[in-house]
């Protein structure tokens, strides 16, 4: 019986497959979704072997030593296929402009609210972060009120179309976390916006 592990990071993608055979352990390096990748030192000392480039493998026996070897896509299919079927999608960023001193979306960012919506329903389990933002136009906790209705605005259209309110966060960051730095009371149509990340 396999035990198998899988660990993925933005730029990493590491499988790891626990045996009951000579192999303690196989690591494999894959490459990130936009085919960059990281690098992993696997062993101890000068005993360590770099994995840097994609599908760069390890195998590590029962007495801690590493054997280096390069895999195909066919292999780590047939061997981490379960693990990797298993992974949720990757998470999925959309930025959503609003009008000034206002929780209405600008024309141009309906497109990016139903591609909001089309990516929400597309999921089986979805957790949904809702980040309000605005310009330095105004004093700070008018922006404050302001950035947290707009993030509440998009949360409750996502409401409105059937998702679970226990998986949908909506904060306020105001003024604090421009897109664009400017001097106070400049306006600036990219800082007035509202992030969404859905995982």
């Given at each position: 019986?396999?035990?198998?592990?899988?660990?993925?990071?933005?730029?990493?993608?590491l499988?790891s497959?626990?045996?009951?055979?000579t192999?303690?352990?196989?690591?494999?390096?894959l490459?990130?979704p936009?085919g960059?990748?990281?690098?992993?030192?696997?062993?101890e000392?000068?005993?360590?072997t770099?994995l840097?480039?994609?599908?760069?493998?390890?195998?590590?026996?029962t007495?801690?030593?590493?054997?280096p070897q390069?895999?195909?896509?066919e292999?780590?299919?047939?061997?981490f296929?379960?693990?990797?079927a298993?992974?949720?999608?990757?998470?999925?960023?959309?930025?959503?402009?609003?009008?000034?001193?206002?929780?209405?979306l600008?024309?141009e960012?309906?497109?990016?609210?139903?591609?909001?919506?089309?990516e929400?329903?597309?999921?089986q389990?979805v957790?949904?972060?809702i980040?309000?933002?605005?310009d330095?136009?105004?004093?700070?906790?008018?922006?404050?009120?302001l950035?947290?209705?707009?993030?509440?605005?998009?949360?409750a259209?996502?409401?409105?179309?059937g998702?679970?309110?226990s998986?949908?966060?909506?904060?306020?960051?105001?003024?604090?976390?421009?897109?664009?730095d400017?001097?106070d009371?400049q306006?600036?149509?990219?800082?007035?916006?509202?992030?969404?990340?859905?995982?």
């Amino acid at each position: 019986m396999h035990n198998v592990r899988l660990i993925l990071g933005c730029f990493l993608g590491l499988l790891s497959l626990t045996a009951c055979s000579t192999s303690r352990e196989l690591v494999v390096l894959l490459p990130g979704p936009d085919g960059q990748h990281g690098a992993l030192a696997v062993g101890e000392g000068s005993q360590s072997t770099l994995l840097n480039t994609p599908l760069a493998g390890a195998r590590i026996d029962t007495q801690g030593h590493v054997t280096p070897q390069t895999f195909t896509q066919e292999h780590v299919q047939q061997t981490f296929g379960q693990a990797l079927a298993a992974q949720p999608p990757p998470s999925v960023a959309f930025i959503l402009y609003f009008l000034m001193n206002s929780t209405e979306l600008v024309p141009e960012s309906k497109p990016a609210l139903e591609a909001l919506f089309a990516e929400v329903a597309a999921r089986q389990a979805v957790e949904v972060q809702i980040t309000g933002h605005t310009d330095r136009v105004g004093p700070l906790l008018v922006n404050d009120r302001l950035s947290i209705e707009r993030a509440q605005t998009v949360r409750a259209a996502l409401l409105a179309r059937g998702l679970k309110a226990s998986f949908v966060r909506a904060v306020g960051r105001g003024e604090r976390e421009p897109l664009i730095d400017t001097p106070d009371e400049q306006p600036e149509p990219r800082n007035r916006r509202v992030a969404v990340i859905v995982r």
